[in-house]
């Protein structure tokens, strides 16, 4: 089992330009998590979804966010337009089903610097 | 959303054995109590979950009163390796991060 997938580890772009994150959960797993950390704010919980559907998306920052997961294998992050304080660690999480006795499986997250 | 609380940080040395308490006096009948553990540039790490009573696996073992209030994460005899940051979580669908304990063990 490769575990969750994120992609890109790092990504460098200037502000305006639209960024994509990547993440591919565990096979079989039907919970998928996006999270953001920064030294600031430590980890927070941006959206999450349950058999490829958005049930809670409140802790999208604004509208310059947005999330999908057209199939069970693969799901995007995007922001755009870009901004410095948009910089921080992504990560991708994912679980059989919300809460279980096995937690969440995290990837290696994704580094976004924003300049 | 319960809300969880622990200690910023904690110091210990090697070959001793820590325990990592934390409240959650607002904790719902179905959620659980989850730890992880975070090293720097990696993601956070399922450690151990449980409900009630006492949970043991092969890294640590949570302790968790009738009351559900609290819970107590102990980890035996640890090493420089278990230097970390150990966050405490419930819930029953979404789990929210607070700031976790920052553990460091000294040789």
């Known amino acids: 089992d490769a575990g969750v997938i994120q992609s890109p580890r790092h990504e460098v772009t200037e502000m305006g330009q639209e960024v994509t994150l990547r993440c591919k959960p565990i096979?079989?797993?039907?919970?998928l998590f996006w999270y953001r950390q920064t030294m600031m704010r430590g980890l927070e919980l941006l959206i999450y979804?349950?058999?490829?559907?958005?049930?809670?998306d409140s802790g999208m920052p604004e509208d310059r966010f947005s999330a999908k997961m057209p199939n069970a294998s693969f799901s995007t992050l995007k922001i755009q337009p870009s901004e410095p304080r948009d910089s921080a660690v992504y990560f991708c999480?994912?679980?059989?089903?919300?809460?279980?006795?096995?937690?969440?499986?995290f990837g290696s997250g994704t580094r976004l610097t924003v300049v | 959303l319960a809300k969880t609380t622990q200690p910023i940080s904690m110091d210990s040395y090697e070959g001793q054995e820590v325990n990592i308490t934390c409240s959650h006096n607002?904790?719902?009948?179905?959620?659980?109590i989850t730890w992880y553990q975070q090293f720097p540039s990696q993601g956070p790490r399922f450690i151990i979950q449980?409900?009630?009573t006492k949970v043991t696996n092969e890294v640590a073992s949570l302790f968790i009163p009738a009351d559900r209030k609290s819970s107590t994460l102990s980890l035996p005899r640890v090493s420089l390796s278990d230097t970390a940051v150990y966050y405490c979580?419930?819930?029953?669908?979404?789990?929210?991060f607070g700031a976790g304990t920052r553990l460091a063990v000294h040789p």
């Open positions: 999480a994912s679980s059989p089903t919300g809460v279980t006795d096995y937690g969440y499986t």
């Open positions: 096979s079989g797993h039907n919970s």
């Open positions: 979804f349950n058999n490829n559907v958005p049930i809670d």
């Open positions: 607002n904790i719902a009948t179905n959620d659980y």
């Open positions: 449980g409900y009630k």
């Open positions: 979580l419930v819930g029953e669908d979404k789990l929210i």
